[in-house]
C-alpha cells in the first residue's frame, strides 16, 4: 500500500454512488454492483464510517470523487486538504480520484458548491497550476469533472470544451464526463444539448476520458418565468440525458459510469435498477480504438 | 484597473464569496457586466446562493436534530443561516462544520423561552462527535479491585455536564413525548457519560459522585484514588450531600452502565 497504489482498477461497467444511509445495507448484503464511487470528505474525519467503507471496499472496486479540493481557486490548493486526500488514497487504494473544473474556496472560507470558473488563459494556468500540485503530492493522476452552470461570464473566452482539453493537456489529467451536467448546462444556455456534445467530441481526445457521470436533475422556473434546470442528484436519469448518453457512448466507447443519486436518497434498489439500464447502454455501445488511457500512477510534470 | 468583466480570478473569486454570503440585499449583487447569456447573473447567483446556504443548514441539521425539532425546520433554518454567514467553514469536510453553533443560537433572537437550547445543541454536538470516532475496545482505562476483579471501561468516554437535563430533554423531544418532556426538572446539575460502542452512540446519565468517580478514572487514577475522589470530606467531594458508599456507588450506577466490562480471576481450573 502506498502513493498511487490501485487495489482494484475501476472496470468500463456502471457503478453506483455510495451514500452513508447504504453503508449498513452494503456491509451486511454485499449487494450486485461493479463499482462504488465515495465522496472523500465524508470520510477524512468521520473516522467510524471511514471503517465501514474499509470493509467495503474489499469487495468493490472504488473512486473517490472529492468536491473540496476547489481546483479553480486562485490563491491554490489547501496542502491539508490534499493531505487529507491523500491519507485516504492510501488506505482506501482507489481505481480512480477525480474533482470538478470549478472553485469553492475563497479568503479561507469553504462554500460548499461547484462555483464556475470564467474560461480564460488566468484560470486555465490556475487549474494546471493547482491540478499538478494535487497530482503531485497524490502521486497519480486525477479526473477533473465538467460542471452543471448556471451563469456565464462575460469574461470567458473559451469553449468548456476546449478549456477542459487543454486543461487535460497541459497538466496530464484526465476527464470525468458528465453526462447530465452537459445537458443542464446546455439547456440553461438555451443551447441545443445535441450540439454542444457536438463541440465536445470536436475537442476532447477521446483518451483522456477516464469516467462518465450520470444523474437526475430538477426542473424548476426562474421569477421571470424561465426553464431552469438544476443538477440536484434527486431523480432518475431523464430520457434526454439517457440519448446524450448513448451518442456520449458512440463518440468515447464504453467507459466507467456512475450513477449519482445524493438528494432525496432513494432505497440502494432504486439505484441498482437506474444502474442496470445504464450497463444495458453500455453493453450496447460499440467498442472504440479510442480506450482510455489507464490511470498513471506518476502525474506528468507540468 | 480592471473593467467588471475583465478583473482577476481572485478578486472574482473574492467578490463572489462575499455576495453569496452576504444577508442584506445590496451586499448579494454583482455587476451584471460580470455576466452574459440566457439568464441574468442574479439568477445563477441565487441558485450558488441557495445551493451553499441549504448545504450548510443541512449539515447543522445532521448534527443537531433535536434542536432542529425543537424549534422547527424554519426557525432552525434562520439561525442556520446566520450562522453560516457568521462563520461560515473553512474546510470541506462538514461534518466538523458546527462547532461554535452551541454559542452563537445562545441568546439568539426569539429563543427567550428556551433557556436550554444552547445546552441543548452543546450535548447534541459532543454526540455528533463521538458518533464520527471508531469504538475502541480494550482501550479505556483498566481499574484493579482489591479482589482480582478488573473493570475494564469503554474507550471513547466522555463526561458531559449541563445546568439542564439534555439527556432525558433530547430523549424526549426525538420520542415525540411531550409529557416526559414537561415533567423534567427546570434546572439543576447534571452529568452524562457519553460512549462510542460498536452499535453506536450511547449515553447515561449519572449522578454527580460517579461524574466525580469516571473523571478520576479517566485521568489515570488508581481504583483507591478514584473511591477516594468520592469519600466524604475528600478534596473534590463537594458539597451536594452524603456521597453513597463505594460499594453501592459501584454497584448501582457504574457497573450496570454498559460502558465498563467486568474480568473476574480465573479459578483453579482456569475458568474466570
Given at each position: 500500500?502506498?502513493?498511487?497504489?490501485?487495489?482494484?482498477?475501476?472496470?468500463?461497467?456502471?457503478?453506483?454512488?455510495?451514500?452513508?444511509?447504504?453503508?449498513?445495507?452494503?456491509?451486511?448484503?454485499?449487494?450486485?454492483?461493479?463499482?462504488?464511487?465515495?465522496?472523500?470528505?465524508?470520510?477524512?474525519?468521520?473516522?467510524?464510517?471511514?471503517?465501514?467503507?474499509?470493509?467495503?471496499?474489499?469487495?468493490?472496486?472504488?473512486?473517490?470523487?472529492?468536491?473540496?479540493?476547489?481546483?479553480?481557486?486562485?490563491?491554490?490548493?489547501?496542502?491539508?486538504?490534499?493531505?487529507?486526500?491523500?491519507?485516504?488514497?492510501?488506505?482506501?487504494?482507489?481505481?480512480?480520484?477525480?474533482?470538478?473544473?470549478?472553485?469553492?474556496?475563497?479568503?479561507?472560507?469553504?462554500?460548499?458548491?461547484?462555483?464556475?470558473?470564467?474560461?480564460?488563459?488566468?484560470?486555465?494556468?490556475?487549474?494546471?497550476?493547482?491540478?499538478?500540485?494535487?497530482?503531485?503530492?497524490?502521486?497519480?493522476?486525477?479526473?477533473?469533472?465538467?460542471?452543471?452552470?448556471?451563469?456565464?461570464?462575460?469574461?470567458?473566452?473559451?469553449?468548456?470544451?476546449?478549456?477542459?482539453?487543454?486543461?487535460?493537456?497541459?497538466?496530464?489529467?484526465?476527464?470525468?464526463?458528465?453526462?447530465?451536467?452537459?445537458?443542464?448546462?446546455?439547456?440553461?444556455?438555451?443551447?441545443?444539448?445535441?450540439?454542444?456534445?457536438?463541440?465536445?467530441?470536436?475537442?476532447?481526445?477521446?483518451?483522456?476520458?477516464?469516467?462518465?457521470?450520470?444523474?437526475?436533475?430538477?426542473?424548476?422556473?426562474?421569477?421571470?418565468?424561465?426553464?431552469?434546470?438544476?443538477?440536484?442528484?434527486?431523480?432518475?436519469?431523464?430520457?434526454?440525458?439517457?440519448?446524450?448518453?448513448?451518442?456520449?457512448?458512440?463518440?468515447?466507447?464504453?467507459?466507467?459510469?456512475?450513477?449519482?443519486?445524493?438528494?432525496?436518497?432513494?432505497?440502494?434498489?432504486?439505484?441498482?435498477?437506474?444502474?442496470?439500464?445504464?450497463?444495458?447502454?453500455?453493453?450496447?455501445?460499440?467498442?472504440?480504438?479510442?480506450?482510455?488511457?489507464?490511470?498513471?500512477?506518476?502525474?506528468?510534470?507540468? | 484597473?480592471?473593467?467588471?468583466s475583465e478583473q482577476p480570478l481572485a478578486a472574482l473569486q473574492a467578490a463572489m464569496s462575499a455576495a453569496l454570503l452576504a444577508s442584506d440585499p445590496a451586499g448579494q449583487v454583482l455587476p451584471a457586466a460580470l455576466f452574459t447569456g440566457a439568464h441574468a447573473g442574479a439568477v445563477g447567483l441565487r441558485v450558488h446562493r441557495n445551493t451553499v446556504l441549504a448545504a450548510l443548514s443541512h449539515a447543522l441539521r445532521l448534527s443537531h436534530v433535536a434542536v432542529d425539532r425543537l424549534v422547527g425546520e424554519a426557525f432552525f433554518d434562520r439561525m442556520a443561516i446566520d450562522y453560516a454567514r457568521a462563520q461560515?467553514?473553512?474546510?470541506?469536510?462538514?461534518?466538523?462544520?458546527?462547532?461554535?453553533?452551541?454559542?452563537?443560537?445562545?441568546?439568539?433572537?426569539?429563543?427567550?423561552?428556551?433557556?436550554?437550547?444552547?445546552?441543548?445543541?452543546?450535548?447534541?454536538?459532543?454526540?455528533?462527535?463521538?458518533?464520527?470516532?471508531?469504538?475502541?475496545?480494550?482501550?479505556?482505562?483498566?481499574?484493579?479491585?482489591?479482589?482480582?476483579?478488573?473493570?475494564?471501561?469503554?474507550?471513547?468516554?466522555?463526561?458531559?455536564?449541563?445546568?439542564?437535563?439534555?439527556?432525558?430533554?433530547?430523549?424526549?423531544?426525538?420520542?415525540?413525548?411531550?409529557?416526559?418532556?414537561?415533567?423534567?426538572?427546570?434546572?439543576?446539575?447534571?452529568?452524562?457519560?457519553?460512549?462510542?460502542?460498536?452499535?453506536?452512540?450511547?449515553?447515561?446519565?449519572?449522578?454527580?459522585?460517579?461524574?466525580?468517580?469516571?473523571?478520576?478514572?479517566?485521568?489515570?487514577?488508581?481504583?483507591?484514588?478514584?473511591?477516594?475522589?468520592?469519600?466524604?470530606?475528600?478534596?473534590?467531594?463537594?458539597?451536594?450531600?452524603?456521597?453513597?458508599?463505594?460499594?453501592?456507588?459501584?454497584?448501582?450506577?457504574?457497573?450496570?452502565?454498559?460502558?465498563?466490562?467486568?474480568?473476574?480471576?480465573?479459578?483453579?481450573?482456569?475458568?474466570?
Open positions: 500500500m502506498g502513493r498511487g497504489s490501485i487495489a482494484a482498477p475501476v472496470p468500463a461497467q456502471a457503478g453506483i454512488g455510495l451514500r452513508l444511509p447504504h453503508h449498513a445495507l452494503v456491509l451486511a448484503e454485499r449487494p450486485a454492483a461493479a463499482w462504488l464511487e465515495v465522496h472523500p470528505e465524508n470520510f477524512m474525519s468521520d473516522q467510524h464510517s471511514l471503517g465501514e467503507l474499509e470493509l467495503i471496499r474489499a469487495d468493490y472496486p472504488l473512486s473517490l470523487h472529492a468536491v473540496g479540493l476547489s481546483l479553480g481557486s486562485a490563491h491554490g490548493v489547501d496542502a491539508a486538504h490534499i493531505g487529507r486526500l491523500r491519507q485516504l488514497a492510501e488506505v482506501l487504494e482507489p481505481g480512480l480520484v477525480s474533482d470538478h473544473l470549478s472553485w469553492s474556496v475563497a479568503g479561507g472560507h469553504y462554500l460548499p458548491d461547484l462555483l464556475p470558473l470564467p474560461y480564460t488563459e488566468e484560470a486555465l494556468r490556475v487549474l494546471s497550476r493547482n491540478v499538478g500540485q494535487v497530482q503531485e503530492a497524490l502521486g497519480r493522476q486525477i479526473l477533473v469533472e465538467n460542471p452543471s452552470t448556471y451563469l456565464s461570464y462575460a469574461a470567458s473566452v473559451i469553449p468548456e470544451a476546449e478549456f477542459l482539453a487543454e486543461l487535460a493537456r497541459r497538466s496530464g489529467c484526465g476527464v470525468l464526463f458528465d453526462v447530465n451536467n452537459v445537458y443542464v448546462s446546455a439547456s440553461n444556455q438555451r443551447l441545443e444539448p445535441a450540439a454542444v456534445l457536438e463541440g465536445w467530441r470536436r475537442a476532447l481526445d477521446p483518451r483522456t476520458v477516464a469516467e462518465i457521470h450520470l444523474a437526475g436533475h430538477a426542473l424548476t422556473r426562474t421569477d421571470a418565468g424561465e426553464e431552469l434546470r438544476i443538477d440536484d442528484h434527486g431523480d432518475r436519469v431523464c430520457a434526454a440525458v439517457w440519448t446524450l448518453y448513448e451518442r456520449a457512448l458512440a463518440w468515447l466507447g464504453p467507459r466507467p459510469t456512475l450513477l449519482e443519486w445524493d438528494t432525496r436518497l432513494p432505497a440502494f434498489a432504486v439505484l441498482q435498477a437506474e444502474c442496470a439500464l445504464a450497463q444495458a447502454h453500455l453493453e450496447a455501445a460499440p467498442t472504440r480504438d479510442t480506450d482510455a488511457a489507464p490511470a498513471r500512477c506518476h502525474a506528468r510534470a507540468v | 484597473m480592471h473593467a467588471p461560515p467553514p473553512r474546510a470541506p469536510q462538514l461534518d466538523e462544520y458546527g462547532a461554535g453553533f452551541a454559542a452563537f443560537i445562545e441568546g439568539f433572537p426569539g429563543t427567550g423561552s428556551l433557556p436550554y437550547l444552547a445546552e441543548l445543541a452543546r450535548f447534541e454536538w459532543q454526540l455528533a462527535r463521538l458518533a464520527r470516532m471508531r469504538a475502541a475496545p480494550g482501550a479505556g482505562p483498566v481499574l484493579q479491585l482489591d479482589d482480582g476483579v478488573r473493570l475494564r471501561f469503554a474507550a471513547p468516554l466522555w463526561l458531559h455536564g449541563a445546568s439542564h437535563p439534555v439527556g432525558e430533554m433530547r430523549a424526549a423531544i426525538l420520542a415525540e413525548d411531550a409529557a416526559a418532556l414537561a415533567r423534567l426538572p427546570a434546572g439543576g446539575d447534571f452529568h452524562y457519560a457519553l460512549w462510542r460502542s460498536d452499535a453506536g452512540v450511547n449515553v447515561r446519565p449519572l449522578g454527580e459522585c460517579s461524574a466525580r468517580f469516571l473523571a478520576a478514572v479517566y485521568a489515570g487514577a488508581s481504583a483507591n484514588e478514584a473511591l477516594a475522589a468520592i469519600a466524604p470530606g475528600s478534596a473534590t467531594a463537594g458539597g451536594g450531600g452524603d456521597p453513597p458508599g463505594s460499594a453501592e456507588l459501584l454497584g448501582r450506577e457504574i457497573l450496570p452502565a454498559g460502558f465498563v466490562q467486568v474480568e473476574r480471576p480465573a479459578d483453579g481450573c482456569g475458568r474466570p
